[in-house]
């Protein structure tokens, strides 16, 4: 079992910077491939960023590609998005996912392949 508590979110103006964390508890958090996700009013959920269980492989979707980064820290059994250059459309819940194990690419970027999932917390960017 694994818990998920995001942090971080905010409102920032267009272009600014903001760095969500999401802390995981439970012994089997360092053997978890972690997901980014968002969802804006309106629209279905979309996936942002992945990470594998040791950090060694990242993903990122085109719309964020070059802006964000994830990271993650197994020590503190916590995992990082820091964002850049944002924008309106950037304005979401952003929630934080994890499952056990090494997975391909289509894993990490369908919602549903995940196993645990955080709260979200709320990014507002404002023009």
């Known amino acids: 079992q694994v818990q998920l508590v995001e942090s971080g979110g905010g409102l920032v103006q267009a272009g600014g910077s903001l760095r969500l964390s999401c802390a995981g508890s439970g012994r089997t958090f360092s053997n978890c491939r972690m997901g980014w996700f968002r969802q804006a009013p309106g629209k279905e959920r979309e996936f942002v960023a992945g990470i594998s269980s040791s950090g060694g492989r990242t993903y990122y979707s085109d719309s964020v590609k070059g802006r964000f980064i994830v990271s993650r820290d197994n020590g503190k059994n916590t995992v990082y998005l820091q964002m850049n250059s944002l924008g309106p459309e950037d304005t979401a819940v952003y929630s934080c996912?994890?499952?056990?194990?090494?997975?391909?690419?289509?894993?990490?970027?369908?919602?549903?392949?995940?196993?645990?999932w955080g709260q979200g917390t709320q990014v507002t960017v404002s023009s």
């Open positions: 996912a994890a499952a056990p194990g090494a997975a391909t690419l289509s894993f990490y970027t369908s919602g549903r392949s995940y196993v645990y």
